[in-house]
């Protein structure tokens, strides 16, 4: 592909990019997924272009979008794209496996909501904390509207009632800003990962190389992470009993984080059981109710030990 046509592509890429960052701030539900699927052009884009075609196309995306929104909204979803999409495309270029694709997305897309929260309370004077206080209180206002009211009635069992769903309320709130840092570095992974299954999808049709990410049955962890996670597990209770950083936050955060991450491989390997004796639409339905039924932290540990001594080799999936 000679310059003319990789300035054209850049342009293209740009324009689609335009149109999603100005489409998920005008257009309600459907743009949600737009802001969903931001990286996509700049992921795409940076398989098939330099790395200097790929940030100019980005930042112009941004600065012509700042014309049409806002300019924080603007240069801030410009900067998620190619934040999460740049090093997802380096990483499928070089032939790196997806695991490590998404860690790079998801190592960038927290870089970049870290930046975007920073100028939005710059700009504004409002801090992502004080949002989600903000619409904690409305709920808990609207609630004692509510109280109020029914006891008017004569509802005497409204009281405790409401005076229970407020305490969860605050008990919310609590936990949310205990853990919001680990909070944003699983979204972002998460982000990331979806990115990268949607960019595997147009892989295929545009005749790019790329590293499947496999069946969800089979997925698995090197074991190297289960021996770092535990270790910093172990360090963050030993900082916290030393005193030097808040104790709660930081094993909070840490066990959240080991929650979530092991979590996604013990459903794997349930799902991987399941298919043994069920087909696949039947063992979806009872992983989902597993799921909702709770008992997270019990499939988390199953998904540690999993990824030591790997319980699949005794069996082979039907999937």
Known sequence: MNRTNKITEAGLFSAILVIF???????PILGG?????LPLSTLVLTTRNKVSYVV?????????????????????MALIALAVGLPIGLMVKRGQKPLHAVFAGGIGAV??????????????GISLMEEI????????DFQDTMRETLTGFGMDGAEE?????QQILEDMLY????????ILII????????NLAMAQQIFKRIKINYHPMGRFSEFSYPRHLAYGSAGMVALAYFIGNMGWIDAELLVSNFMYLFLMIFGFQGFAVLYFYLLKFFGKIPSRILLAAFFLMGGFQYVALFGFMDVLFNFRKIGVSKE
């Open 111 to 124: 870089i970049a909501f870290f930046l975007l929260f920073f100028l939005l309370e710059w700009t504004t």
């Open 187 to 194: 979204f972002s992974m998460f982000y990331a990962l979806v």
């Open 161 to 165: 009632t409401f005076e229970e769903s």
């Open 133 to 140: 206080e903000h619409s904690f209180t409305m709920s808990m």
């Open 56 to 76: 100019v196309s980005a930042l112009v995306a941004g600065l012509i979008s700042s014309a049409l929104v806002t300019l924080v909204y603007g240069v801030g």
């Open 21 to 27: 960052i100005v489409g998920a701030f005008y257009i």
């Open 175 to 182: 936990l949310m800003g205990l853990i919001l840092p680990s």
């Open 33 to 37: 997924l737009m802001t969903l699927f």
